[in-house]
C-alpha cells in the first residue's frame, strides 16, 4: 500500500510538471505567432513601399536642354530607372511570402 501511494504522488507530480510545461509552451508559442504577425505585416509594407519605388514616375526635365541632350537624358534615365527596378526585384524576391491562413496553426504536418 505504502509503495503505490508513493508511485501515486511521484505520478502526480511528474504531471503537474508536464501541465506547466505544456502552459509554457503555449504561452511561448502565442508570443511567438504575434511577433511572426508583426513580421509579416512589416514585410508586406516594406513590399509596398517596394513596388511603389518601382513604379514611381521620373522627375521632370527642364525645358532648356536641347533635343540631343533629351534623347541621351532619357536613354540614361530608362538605364538607370531598369537598374533600380532590377535591384528592388531582387530584393522582392528575398521577401518570404506569408504563408496562407489556415486553422492548422501550430501542429506539425503530417508526412505522406
Known amino acids: 500500500m505504502e509503495l503505490a501511494l508513493t508511485m501515486a504522488r511521484a505520478s502526480e ?3 503537474v510538471t508536464v501541465g506547466a510545461a505544456a502552459i509554457s509552451a503555449a ?3 502565442e508570443r511567438a505567432a ?3 504577425e508583426k513580421a509579416s505585416a512589416i514585410a ?3 513590399q509596398d513601399r517596394v513596388v511603389a519605388m518601382a513604379i514611381a514616375p521620373a522627375p ?3 525645358a532648356a536642354e536641347s533635343s540631343q ?3 541621351d537624358d532619357s536613354l540614361s534615365d530608362f538605364s538607370a530607372r531598369a537598374d533600380r527596378l532590377v535591384a ?3 530584393l522582392l524576391q528575398r ?3 506569408p504563408a496562407p491562413a489556415s486553422g492548422t496553426a501550430g501542429r506539425p504536418q503530417a508526412a505522406h
Open 44 to 46: 508586406l509594407e516594406v
Open 13 to 15: 507530480a511528474a504531471v
Open 27 to 29: 504561452e511561448q508559442a
Open 95 to 97: 521577401v518570404p511570402l
Open 60 to 62: 521632370p526635365s527642364t
Open 88 to 90: 528592388r526585384l531582387r
Open 69 to 71: 541632350d533629351k534623347e
Open 34 to 36: 504575434g511577433l511572426a
